[in-house]
Structures are given as structure tokens and as C-alpha cells.
């Protein structure tokens, strides 16, 4: 008898631990896997998936009269427009130019990758030339200012800001003003939003990045709260239409229409779908190189506004 | 058993349950350094 008591008690402790371990990992961990490839971990892009002067890359590829040479600009810019400004470089830089070593562009390399926040810091440190990104936090326009660098910004795209969920959610539309009101904790169940009982986690980008800067500026000085028991429930996040469709394709998630209005191409030209954001080129003001204007001018013309259209981009040009 | 030896093995079950559960928040830590917000959405509800 003493024996058998003996043995539940020690089965009961080995059932305590895997029993927490188990919740434990189901609750939380599992959440943090990514299921990405290790390019996509590390960097937010596979840089070689979209490699200029590549016959396997994925970039939009068109023929341009125009060839850049002499001093070209060095290019940088965010991990969601990287086969954008990729695709100028194919067109009118020369094949030389571009200098990759299976992971990186090296140093030499007249495109570079260091996504939003490595490239606001480029322009302003004057490693590179133009970058590529959406507006600046402010702690990019402080780093600029006192720098004494008079950044220009030229609108070169636009792409919708989007919400997204777990494709099990229920929900399918918000408005802006429930997005706002999830974001600053007036909201915290998804039931008064037109979903069920459960939790709203509101999650948010790193410090800096192109998704964050725009979340601040919609939430325009409202504080961001969240809810304690939010993670064990359902959560809502943020991010670039083309990123989140284009880029990653993570078929486990899905885009909220705003005000009833879905951000596809269609609603994003017409601006129906409410969040719509240029994104730029930047440089400095300063700048003397004479390239700088002859790229820009060559974007914004039909053969630049092409390739973004066909990276999956809304042409600030429309044809 | 002797009073002696199933505290022993209480003591490792709890040893081994223990270092189970730092692995496994040691890993979950690791993995949210790295966590990308749209595996972490396709991974929840």
C-alpha cells in the first residue's frame, strides 16, 4: 500500500512538470517559431531571391535606354521595397556595380541592404547616396538634424498599411476607429468588434522601423496600451500591404479590410482603403553627386513607375 | 521503498523537471529575439 502511494506521488510530480512544460510550449513558444527561412530571419528579405543581373531573381526586369555611369549613388532602402530599388538597379546600373557574397552586398557594392533603420542612418552618415523607405521616425529626422543633413524626400510609390490576423479569426473588417481604439485599450476583446470572446493582443514593430513610424504617426500621440491577458488570446498586428502579400505569403494570416474597404490595388488607387502611404526616395540635400537627379528623374519616369507597378506597388504616376 | 530512496528520486524528478523548464524558457527566449510578428500572428489564433 505504501509502495503504491509512493509511486502516484512520484508519477503525479513527473505529470506536474510535463503538464507545465506542455501548456507552457502550446501557450507561448510555439507562438515564437518562424517558420521563414533563415535569409528571411535574419535580414527580413531573401536578398537572393531578388538579386539584380541575376537570371533566377525575381525582380521586375525592363529595358531602359538609360545607363548610368561615372559616380553612380549608392542605393539602400526597407526590406518591404527591396525588390523595388533591386529592379532600378537591374535596369540602369551597370552589372558591375553590384557586388553580393552569398549573403551580403559587400562594401564596394553600389546597392546595399541594411533595411530602415541601418539606411536612415546611411544617408545621414553619407554611406549611401538614396535610400528607399517610408517617412522617418523621429528619432531618424533628430539623427539627420544633428547631423546638420537636409533630407529630401521624393515620393516615389504608395502602398496601403494594413492590419492583419490569424486566418481563423472571424474577423474580417474593422474601422479605423476600432483599430485606433484596439491599439490605445479601449478595446481589449475582440467580441466589441464584431468577433468572439477572446483577448486582443495588439502587437507592435521594433523602435524605427518603416511599420512602427507609420503606426505612431496614425496613432498621432495617442499611447499604444495593451491588455496583460491580450497573449492568450487573439492577436492583430501590422505592416506594408506588399510585405505581408508579396514578400512573405504566410497563407496563416490575412489582411482586414478598413471601413469596408479591402486593401487591394484597386482601393489603394482610389484610395477607398483609408491608410494609404507614399513611400520615398531620400537623399541628401546636399548631395553633389549629378547622378542622384538623372536616377530620380528616370524613376518617376514611365520606365520607373513601371517597375513598380509590376513589383506589386502603386505608381505614384498612374498611367 | 525505502523512505531514503524515494526521496532520492523525488529529489532527481525534481532536478530534471527543473532544468526541463529552464531549457524550455531559455528556448522561448531565444525564439522571441527572432520572432517575426507574422509567423507569430500565423502561429496563435
New interface residues.
Given amino acids: 500500500m ?2 503504491l502511494k ?1 509511486i502516484g ?2 508519477l503525479s ?2 505529470l ?2 510535463v503538464a ?2 506542455v501548456t ?2 502550446e501557450a ?9 527561412s533563415e535569409g ?2 535574419a535580414k ?1 528579405v531573401e536578398l537572393d531571391k531578388y538579386l539584380p543581373f541575376d537570371d533566377n531573381s525575381e525582380i521586375v526586369r525592363i529595358n531602359s535606354d538609360l545607363k548610368l555611369s561615372g559616380e553612380l549613388p549608392v542605393i539602400d532602402g526597407a526590406a518591404a521595397l527591396y525588390p523595388v530599388f533591386s529592379g532600378f538597379v537591374n535596369a540602369v546600373y551597370p552589372a558591375e556595380s553590384v557586388h553580393f557574397d552569398g549573403e551580403n552586398f559587400t562594401a564596394e557594392s553600389a546597392l546595399q541592404y541594411t533595411n530602415t533603420r541601418g539606411a536612415y542612418k546611411s544617408v545621414v552618415d553619407g554611406t549611401a547616396d538614396i535610400i528607399f523607405c517610408a517617412k522617418p521616425s523621429a528619432e531618424q529626422l533628430a539623427y539627420a538634424e544633428e547631423n546638420q543633413v537636409e533630407l529630401e524626400f521624393i515620393p516615389v510609390g504608395s502602398e496601403a498599411f494594413v492590419f ?6 472571424p474577423v474580417d473588417d474593422l474601422t479605423l476607429e476600432q483599430v485606433m481604439g484596439i491599439y490605445a485599450g479601449e478595446y481589449t476583446k475582440w467580441s466589441e468588434v464584431g468577433g468572439d470572446d ?1 483577448f486582443i ?1 495588439p ?1 507592435q ?1 521594433n523602435e524605427g522601423s518603416g511599420s512602427q513610424t507609420a503606426m505612431l504617426s496614425l496613432m498621432n500621440g495617442k499611447e499604444m496600451k495593451k491588455h496583460p491577458l491580450g497573449f492568450i ?5 501590422f ?1 506594408f500591404r506588399y510585405y ?1 502579400e508579396g514578400i ?1 505569403g ?4 490575412k489582411m482586414l479590410s478598413l471601413n469596408g474597404a479591402y486593401p487591394d490595388r484597386e482601393n489603394i488607387q482610389n484610395r477607398s482603403y483609408p491608410i494609404v502611404s507614399n513611400f520615398y526616395a531620400v537623399y541628401d540635400k546636399n548631395n553633389p553627386n549629378p547622378n542622384i537627379q538623372v536616377f530620380l528623374d528616370w524613376i518617376l519616369s514611365d520606365e520607373g513607375q513601371e517597375i513598380v507597378e509590376k513589383s506589386g506597388y502603386v505608381a505614384v504616376k498612374s498611367s | 521503498m525505502s523512505e531514503k530512496l524515494f526521496y532520492r528520486i523525488l529529489l532527481i524528478i525534481t532536478i530534471i523537471g527543473s532544468l526541463s523548464v529552464i531549457g524550455l524558457v531559455i528556448y522561448t527566449y531565444h525564439l522571441q529575439s527572432q520572432a517575426s510578428i507574422i509567423s507569430y500572428i500565423a502561429n496563435g489564433r
Fill in positions: 505504501k509502495l509512493q506521488e512520484i510530480l513527473i506536474c512538470f507545465f512544460d507552457v510550449y507561448v513558444t510555439k507562438r515564437y517559431i518562424n517558420h521563414t528571411m530571419q527580413s492583419l490576423v490569424n486566418a481563423d479569426n477572446t493582443e502587437l514593430r488570446g487573439r492577436s492583430i498586428g505592416s505581408v512573405v504566410n497563407g496563416g494570416v
